[in-house]
Nanobody, 118 residues
C-alpha cells in the first residue's frame, strides 16, 4: 500500500506562484505519479504526471507553460510548481500514484486547496 500526503496549497492572487508537494510512503514501489484537480461542481481532471525513474512527463493543455512537475526520489516526493496562476486554477489538487505493474492510479492523497483570487 501507498500513502500520499499533499501540502502547499493556499490563497494567492492571480499571477502569483505556488508549489505543491506530495510525499509518498508505504511498501509498494511507485512507477508514476501525477497531479489532478477538482473545482466545485466539476469532474476531477488531469493536470500533470511524471515517471519515477525517467524524465517522461505530460501536462494538460490548460497548464502547459505555467506548471512544472518534478520529483526528488531521495525524498519520495513529487512537486507541482505553479506559476502565472489564474482564478480558473482554483480547485482541490490531488496527487496520485501508479505502482509498478499497474495501469491505473490506484492511490490518492487527501487533496490540498488552491484558491486564486482576482
Amino acid at each position: 500500500q501507498v500513502q500520499l500526503v499533499e501540502s502547499g496549497g493556499g490563497l494567492v492572487q492571480a499571477g502569483d506562484s505556488l508549489r505543491l508537494s506530495c510525499v509518498a510512503s508505504g511498501r509498494t514501489v511507485i512507477y508514476r505519479m501525477g497531479w489532478f484537480r477538482q473545482a466545485p461542481g466539476k469532474e476531477r481532471e488531469f493536470v500533470a504526471a511524471k515517471a519515477w525513474t525517467s524524465e517522461s512527463t505530460n501536462y494538460a493543455d490548460s497548464v502547459k507553460g505555467r506548471f512544472t512537475i518534478s520529483r526528488d526520489n531521495a525524498k519520495n516526493t513529487v512537486y507541482l510548481q505553479m506559476t502565472s496562476l489564474k482564478p480558473e486554477d482554483t480547485a482541490v489538487y490531488y496527487c496520485a500514484a501508479t505502482p509498478i505493474g499497474a495501469t491505473e492510479y490506484g492511490y490518492w492523497g487527501q487533496g490540498t486547496q488552491v484558491t486564486v483570487s482576482s
